[in-house]
């Protein structure tokens, strides 16, 4: 399976972006999927997740009620909805998706078999 990530752009604080990220060479029907980003000096972390089981959504704590992740599974495409972007909020970001089917307690640590490349988002103060 490839991943293309895409969506990013230099955006105000406050506003909002979409990424999507589409499969090819298969689907998420059966996959859990993830968005990471790694802002410059720092670790890539966990963004958010969606469970290919049930659906279950996992966030980061700072996202939470901001950003909104959700999987079209006949269009093979996951999005990342951002709303009320921050500056700390920069980073390129990566879509990744994983055969596993995690606890909500293990999204951050479930090895992700798939990446896809990154899309930058640039929140200006």
């Known amino acids: 399976v490839q991943l293309q990530a895409s969506g990013g752009g230099l955006v105000q604080a406050g506003d909002s972006l979409r990424l999507s990220c589409t499969a090819s060479?298969?689907?998420?029907?059966?996959?859990?999927a993830a968005w990471f980003r790694e802002a410059p000096g720092k670790e890539r972390e966990f963004v958010a997740g969606i469970r290919w089981g049930d659906g279950h959504p996992k966030y980061l704590d700072s996202v939470f009620r901001r950003f909104t992740i959700s999987k079209d599974n006949s269009r093979s495409t996951v999005f990342l909805q951002m709303n009320n972007l921050r500056p700390e909020d920069s980073a390129v970001y990566y879509c990744?998706?994983?055969?596993?089917?995690?606890?909500?307690?293990?999204?951050?640590?479930?090895?992700?078999?798939?990446w896809g490349q990154g899309t930058l988002v640039t929140v200006s103060s």
């Open positions: 990744a998706a994983s055969s596993r089917n995690p606890a909500t307690s293990a999204f951050r640590i479930i090895p992700y078999n798939y």
């Open positions: 060479g298969g689907t998420f029907r059966a996959l859990t």
